[in-house]
């Protein structure tokens, strides 16, 4: 009779009423000494986040159907069990979180005699087996990856290329790819994911040689299966100063390569090129003599100089310029 006038109330009012039921022990989902809820209505039926503790194995034991309830999360760090025959079934919307410790696990039958329904769609059996954390279910399954922001920002000559993950499942590498068309994508970095992460993880990449005008960037994430997915696109506006630079080309360089530099305001000179390590320490040096402006300078980048990052600086008689190299 509890039980149903909690849907009956929810049906009635707003579901942000009911905040939170936790377990207190291990127990069976639908005998309420298993649970503290907030408000004070339990077993949880329309609560907003239902937290199986730590430490606390928790029977479905009979059909839990919160549909009506709209979404819901329900968060495990303990473990979710199901007897045989059992299932649960939620909102559209709604999410299973496993945390790091967690599990959800078949406990008695096989095959498709219990199993996790999300928005009407099946999205764990028990023929899946035990699933430990972390790990999310949605309506489409399994969350490999929850992107919470991905930005690209143009700073003075490059572009800065930040993104943040809160979930991260058999996460293999990201690939950051830039476009100044939105048909033609290259890559600009594969950076190594996590693997496996339910915490708040920032990355961090940068664009050396980005174009003028407007350019176009999305990142790829790939499964260690293959499985791959690509997220949004971020625009970026590039406005370089021209006046008193040079251009390193290409820039990422692989080793064995030959780096062109142009400048854009020098004739009839000699340039003095070194491109040293972050820590000052001396990889090329060399006096060009009677640059012209329009020419290419060609240095030849060593197959055994060690990959990462360099500043490449170039000196006149009254002048001086850097930029920072990546190599591969």
Not at 120 to 148: F, M, R
Not at 217 to 240: A, S, W
Not at 273 to 281: M, N, S
Request: hydrophobic share 35%.
């Amino acid at each position: 009779m509890r039980y149903f006038y909690c849907l009956l109330f929810v049906c009635l009012f707003d579901i942000s009423l009911y905040s939170k039921c936790t377990t207190v022990g291990d127990g069976k989902w639908w005998t309420p000494a298993t649970w503290s809820c907030s408000p004070e209505f339990a077993p949880p039926g329309c609560a907003d986040t239902i937290v199986i503790s730590a430490g606390d194995s928790i029977y479905v034991d009979a059909q839990v159907d919160l549909i009506a309830c709209g979404p819901v999360v329900v968060v495990v760090y303990g473990i979710l069990q199901f007897k045989t025959g059992t299932k649960m079934k939620l909102a559209s919307g709604s999410e299973l979180i496993i945390k790091s410790g967690g599990k959800i696990s078949p406990g008695g039958g096989g095959g498709n005699s219990n199993y996790l329904e999300i928005g009407g769609n099946t999205v764990w059996t028990a023929g899946d087996g035990s699933q430990s954390g972390p790990l999310t279910y949605t309506e489409a399954g399994p969350l490999p990856i929850k992107l919470v922001s991905f930005e690209a920002n143009f700073n003075v000559d490059k572009v800065d290329l930040r993104w943040m993950t809160s979930v991260e499942i058999n996460n293999d590498f990201f690939t950051v790819e830039k476009s100044n068309n939105l048909k033609n994508w290259e890559v600009v970095s594969i950076i190594k994911g996590a693997g496996n992460s339910n915490v708040n993880i920032e990355y961090f990449e940068v664009d050396y040689s980005p174009t003028q005008g407007v350019l176009y960037y999305r990142l790829k994430q790939t499964d260690y299966d293959g499985n791959f997915e690509y997220f949004n696109i971020v625009p970026v506006r590039v406005e370089k100063k021209l006046n008193n630079e040079f251009s390193l080309f290409p820039n990422p360089i692989k080793r064995g390569e030959q780096l062109k530099i142009q400048f854009s305001e020098l004739i009839n000179t000699q340039i003095l090129i070194v491109i040293r390590d972050t820590k000052g320490e001396e990889f090329y040096s060399k006096a060009i003599l009677h640059y012209e402006e329009g020419l290419l300078i060609a240095v030849p980048i060593d197959k055994e100089i060690p990959s990462g990052l360099y500043l490449v600086t170039a000196s006149s008689e009254n002048q001086i310029y850097s930029q920072k190299l990546v190599v591969k």
